[in-house]
């Protein structure tokens, strides 16, 4: 069958109308490119990068059926339905929750959680918690899956997969963990206790590993890889078995795509590596593969023009970093194994020490001085490595030796001494380097010496740490400087000490010296002196202190009067002092202080009320001012007080204060709601009385207006209270100044963009509208954001077009043409013409000849059971009229009837069609025109009924018994008729039908 452009014509306008009301669309349609090194989606990341391009294969080839929970029985609308999920088994008896879009952006609704937008994969995640907060830490929900395939042992498998994380301050951080059972009957596990916590603990479970995941409002990629040890089965993943420490604010994660697989099949191994990136180009080649083909990445975003197997890298021109490829087969895709294209920087640093004169070789250069050095020398990947070093030179080893013999000689480093002296030694160093050595040598023999000395009163003579205390000779042996014997001679003479006493006498602060030593307090005193025969003279010595005498003398006198002391006069205020002689010779001191009395003066300052009045020393003032007083003091000496007085002014003032319609406020103990001017007396700071005036306003209070949308379906939540229904709406509110207020609410609901589109499409044919192809008749929706934000549905209609058959019967006598559409005939038959109906479809023409040979024919004997005449042709001078009875045709013939029959007319006027019906006696007829005209006029014909013929197979349907498919109203050439009596004959173009019932 043929397409029809028309109807993908229409589909392709509706689309664009559709597409241009709601651009939102338009957007979701530019997806990631993943080879042309541009970030199509404005996501931030580019190719690789972006998770949209993870190559599918990976998803169909994990061993976790369903990993990112597209495939449902049901679309979840409520808590605890992972069984919608197909190929999940809720692995505890706390229940996984699963969310899917199905037509509502925001998931399942009923979840306590939304999970972050959009999903890593499709349209369905899965959500659980790790504990409760009314205390039920071990309140852990888990997901399990039988495996595809089993495990094999020893082999290394990775489970890649995302975590999703909302904004509650509990839920940012948690520790998941993965389990393994080899036997898939062990899920569920737990008895159906809510708090029988992970998996290990019961029986046939194995932690395979554990690690802390974080996040806010995002979902995190973790990979995670282990070692099959045994032929696993089953996998759930979950919490770790650890109490989470947020437990109380109910923790809460999500989980989508878990792919799991062999790790040798996220990564295909590049062929082969050949070249060394430190001192010229790397070529790598892929695998070659059958219908393959190529593309190169480094650093995740596609090389342009790198589509071969190989790729040549110059570390002279191109970028270093991790290059992969990725190969694409009609199976699906891979990525390669990463070759990191860096070159590295090797750097070492070291030191040497070298003898002066010396040197040192390092790459291709000589050193041999002292300093800091950088070369550069090859590696053994034939990269450069950089050499940091310090060379010092070894200095020459140098030391003194101190040392000393009594044998007359002294031998070292092969010479012998026989001298004291200092000498110095040449010799080679531990290092090879010359040392000096300095020796200092001391020679000597054995000596003797006689020592006098003497002691008294017991007390020992030490020599050489001995103690000696009575007279006598005494000996000592000991090493002499040069470590021979020295032979000591103690002649050793005991004495007796010396004693005497005197007394002594001195004036207070003038100090007695005695053999150096000043004494200034009375007391007895000893000292030890040494006599003429070195022994102890003891001396004491009695002091006495004699006193000054001192006396303190004041005198207070009135201003300008004089004093006498001792015959000294003094007038002016002052400290004075007179020595005397004292009886006991010392000296006498009299201080003499004199001070004067002045006339007092000073002020004091007094503020009062205006007409107050305040009493200073008897003295009555009721008027601001400076006032004096003359005073005597209690020395007899005028005082002088000034007395300062201020007033303060009455004060008034006024204050406002607006308030809102039925408050009130309390002014010094006065309460005010009314609005007015009031007035009050208070007292000021100052204390003085003051008058105050108090302004009461209120508040112009006026209705408020706000007006807020939302989609037709949903519902708004205004301050706490939520709203599902358009309309008007009255709530108490406070206004800007916070008086109480009617807030009116104007909620209106915004419809969906709903759009109808009708296709039609013939047997075999298709319809595309919005990359969706539809190829059987129905009903369909497809649901977009419209641009109001609410969703839109585009009702597709797809009906189905018949290809329209039918056939027309002609009669000719033999020798005579047919001539249909171009077509000649001149046998009896069949012949089928193929056109292109008003739908679009095929319409199959059967043109249904019969050629008469004998034009001339009567049935007088034929049986009219049933039957069908068709007054098929009229000659111009109407006395032909060509008959088609059950197949045959007659001209001008008489119809012999046996039986009574019904005989239904339709007539053509003007392109409408006029129907009757009447009933026919059994009687001979002659088909002929005054007849026809007869019967048309007898009384026993049905009111005329008028159709619409403009649609002829419409009209066929409704009326089956006009026999509509045998009209044909090319081949008539004239037709009379009378219809009613009102008519006349008319000259039409048209068909006339009889039916026999």
């Known amino acids: 069958m043929k397409t029809k452009n028309g109807s993908k014509l229409l589909a392709a306008w509706l689309l664009l109308a559709f597409l241009v009301g709601n651009p939102s669309i338009l957007l979701a349609q530019n997806a990631e490119v993943c080879d042309n090194g541009i970030d199509d989606d404005g996501d931030g990341l580019i190719d690789l990068n972006d998770s949209d391009c993870d190559c599918v294969d990976l998803i169909a080839n994990s061993l976790i059926p369903n990993p990112s929970f597209e495939e449902m029985t049901c679309c979840p609308d409520n808590e605890a339905m992972l069984n919608c999920a197909v190929g999940w088994i809720q692995a505890s008896a706390p229940t996984t929750d699963y969310t899917h879009i199905c037509g ?51 082999t290394m498998y990775r489970l890649d997969f995302f975590v999703g994380f909302h904004d509650d301050p509990g839920s940012l951080t948690f520790d998941l963990a993965v389990f393994a059972s080899v036997d898939c009957d062990n899920l569920p596990f737990g008895f159906g206790d809510f708090d029988f916590g992970c998996p290990t603990n019961g029986p046939g479970w194995d932690e395979l590993g554990e690690m802390t995941v974080s996040g806010m409002n995002e979902w995190k990629n973790v990979v995670f890889e282990f070692e099959a040890t045994r032929a696993y089965e089953a996998l759930v993943i979950g919490p770790a078995c650890a109490p989470n420490p947020n437990v109380e604010q109910d923790p809460y994660f999500f989980f989508d795509r878990l792919v799991f697989a062999e790790q040798a099949t996220f990564e295909t191994p590049l062929a082969s590596i050949e070249g060394n990136i430190c001192d010229g180009p790397v070529t790598l080649t892929a695998e070659e ?29 191109d970028v270093q970093g991790e290059y992969v490829v990725v190969v694409s087969t009609p199976a699906g895709c891979s990525n390669s194994a990463a070759f990191s294209a860096v070159i590295p920087n090797y750097t070492a640093e070291t030191s040497f020490e070298i003898c002066p004169g010396e040197s040192i070789e390092i790459g291709d250069e000589v050193y041999d001085e002292e300093g800091l050095f950088e070369a550069t020398i090859p590696a053994s990947d034939g990269c450069d490595s950089t050499i940091v070093f310090t060379i010092a030179f070894e200095g020459m080893f140098e030391q003194t030796i101190d040392d000393s013999t009594c044998e007359g000689s002294y031998e070292y480093n092969g010479v012998v001494y026989e001298v004291s002296g200092t000498y110095e030694v040449s010799i080679d160093s531990p290092t090879g380097c010359d040392s000096l050595i300095t020796l200092n040598l001391e020679i000597g023999s054995d000596t003797e010496q006689l020592i006098f000395a003497g002691t008294c009163n017991e007390v020992p003579y030490i020599l050489n740490g001995e103690m000696y205390t009575m007279g006598g000779m005494y000996f000592q042996t000991i090493d002499n400087a040069a470590g021979c014997d020295s032979t000591i001679m103690l002649m050793l003479t005991e004495y007796q000490p010396f004693f005497s006493s005197f007394d002594a006498m001195t004036c207070e602060g003038v100090p007695y010296v005695w053999n150096d030593v000043e004494y200034s307090e009375s007391g007895v005193y000893m000292q030890t002196l040494v006599s003429k025969s070195d022994c102890d003279s003891i001396v004491t010595m009695t002091l006495a202190v004699m006193q000054d005498v001192m006396t303190d003398v004041s005198y207070e006198v009135c201003e300008g009067q004089e004093v006498v002391v001792n015959n000294q006069s003094y007038i002016e205020a002052g400290q004075y002092s007179q020595m005397l002689t004292a009886s006991n010779g010392c000296d006498s001191l009299i201080n003499i202080s004199i001070t004067n009395s002045p006339s007092v003066s000073g002020q004091v300052g007094f503020e009062i009320c205006e007409g107050d009045e305040i ?21 007899g000496c005028d005082s002088i007080l ?31 709601s009314t609005p007015g001017v009031f007035s009050q007396t208070t007292i000021d700071q100052n204390g003085c009385p003051a008058a105050m005036t108090i302004i009461i306003e209120n508040f112009v209070v006026e209705e408020l207006s706000e007006e807020y949308e939302f989609c037709l379906g949903e519902s708004i939540t205004i301050d706490g209270v939520e709203y599902d229904q358009p309309g008007q709406y009255q709530v108490e509110a406070l206004d800007q100044q916070g008086c109480e207020t009617v807030l009116n609410l104007n909620i ?21 509208v919005n990359n969706e192809t539809y190829t059987l008749p129905g009903s369909y929706i497809q649901t977009f954001d419209a641009v109001n934000g609410c969703d839109s549905m585009l009702h597709i209609l797809v009906a189905a077009l018949e290809d329209a058959s039918f056939e027309d019967f002609y009669e000719i006598c033999w020798g005579d043409t047919l001539e249909v559409n171009g077509q000649s005939y001149t046998e009896t038959g069949l012949y089928p013409q193929t056109f292109t109906a008003a739908n679009g479809c095929d319409s ?30 009229i000659s111009p001078d109407k006395n032909e009229l060509s008959l088609v009875f059950d197949g045959q045709s007659y001209l001008n013939m008489t119809l012999c009837l046996e039986k009574s029959f019904t005989l239904v007319a339709a007539l053509l006027i003007e392109n409408e069609m006029y129907y009757q019906e009447g009933f026919i006696s059994p009687e001979c007829i002659v088909m002929n025109e005054d007849k026809l005209n007869n019967l048309l006029q007898d009384s026993h014909w049905k009111s005329t009924q008028k159709f619409d013929f403009s649609n002829a197979q419409k009209l066929a349907l409704e009326y089956p018994d006009l026999h509509m498919s045998q009209l044909n109203f090319e081949k008539l050439d004239y037709l009379y008729a009378k219809v009613e009596q009102n008519f006349k004959k008319i000259k ?10």
Do not use: H
């Not at 998931?107 to 659980?128: H, K, R, T, V």
């Open 844 to 873: 199959i023409f059967t043109v249904n000849l019969f050629v008469e040979s004998d034009c001339e024919a009567c049935i007088f004997d034929q049986d009219f059971n049933t039957g069908e005449i068709v007054i098929n042709r």
């Open 104 to 154: 509502n952006t925001q998931g399942n609704l009923a979840l306590m959680y939304e999970s972050p937008q959009p999903y890593p994969d499709g349209e369905g995640c899965i959500g659980f918690r790790d504990g409760r907060s009314n205390g039920q830490p071990n309140y852990k929900e888990y997901a399990g899956a039988c495996l595809t395939e089993t495990m094999e042992q020893g």
């Open 988 to 997: 039409v173009g048209g068909s006339f039908a009889m039916q026999l019932r």
């Open 748 to 768: 209106v609901g915004l419809p969906g963009a709903n759009t109808d589109v009708s296709f039609g499409i013939c047997d075999g044919d298709e319809v595309t």
């Open 289 to 317: 593969q059958a219908d393959a083909s190529y593309q190169w990445y480094v650093d995740g975003v596609a090389i342009a023009g790198a589509t071969e197997t190989s790729l040549v890298i110059d570390p002279a021109t």
């Open 615 to 635: 009493q200073v020393n008897n003295e009555v003032y009721n008027a601001a001012g400076t006032y004096t007083q003359t005073l005597i003091s209690q020395m």
């Open 642 to 672: 000034t007395v300062n007085v201020s007033t303060f002014p009455p004060m008034s003032g006024s204050s406002t204060f607006t308030l809102c319609p039925g408050e009130s406020v309390m002014i010094m103990g006065e309460s005010f």
